[in-house]
């Protein structure tokens, strides 16, 4: 009984840390959300060919609003 109980819980543990680590990660990558009229969205990532344009354009917009 012991047994079983603290192997649920080592397994819920590594759940936690693992989903943990994994959302930090995507919390850095950095991405354009592009939203349409339609309510259609697409979202391009560091590295596609469309965002290589946006991402750098986007962070000077952030930075003169944060700035002004």
């Known amino acids: 009984m012991r047994r079983s109980s603290a192997l649920l819980f080592g397994i819920l543990v590594g759940l936690f840390i693992g989903a943990a680590f994994i ?28 965002a290589e344009s946006l991402i750098p354009l986007a962070r000077q917009i952030i930075g003169q609003a944060r700035s002004g």
């Open 23 to 50: 959302r930090r990660r995507a919390a850095h990558a950095e991405r354009a959300d592009l939203y349409f009229e339609d309510g259609s969205m697409l979202s391009l990532s560091n590295g596609s060919p469309g």
